[in-house]
């Protein structure tokens, strides 16, 4: 059984920072790519940060500069890291094995003053 589980999430002043992290299970993580997205009230779920197997990332353009997404294998895990952070980036944040489309059940994130 494949299991996805977020933590990190919270509240956070303008400009703050975050860790999420995702800890998988039930997958071969080392050979899975592994994405983040995020979905704020009323809009669609967005591709925020994407891992290959070999370390390649790629990031939406309205995070470029400010999140870094990366993994350790040893720990079947994958981080969000998120700096200077904006109201807009208001968001339940989830991880997701794209392959086959498995999901965490997600982490809040609030930036509010």
């Known amino acids: 059984q494949v299991l996805l589980v977020e933590s990190g999430g919270g509240l956070v002043q303008p400009g703050g920072s975050l860790r999420l992290s995702c800890a998988t299970s039930?997958?071969?993580?080392?050979?899975?790519?592994m994405d983040w997205y995020r979905q704020a009230p009323g809009k669609q779920r967005e591709l925020v940060a994407t891992?290959?197997?070999?370390?390649?990332?790629n990031y939406a353009d309205s995070v470029k500069g400010r999140f870094t997404i990366s993994r350790d294998n040893a720990k079947n895990t994958v981080y969000l890291q998120m700096n200077s952070l904006k109201p807009e980036d208001t968001a339940v944040y989830y991880c997701?094995?794209?392959?086959?489309?498995?999901w965490g059940q997600g982490t809040q994130v609030t930036v509010s003053s």
């Open positions: 997701s094995v794209p392959r086959i489309n498995s």
């Open positions: 891992i290959t197997t070999r370390g390649t990332t």
């Open positions: 039930g997958i071969d993580f080392s050979f899975e790519n």
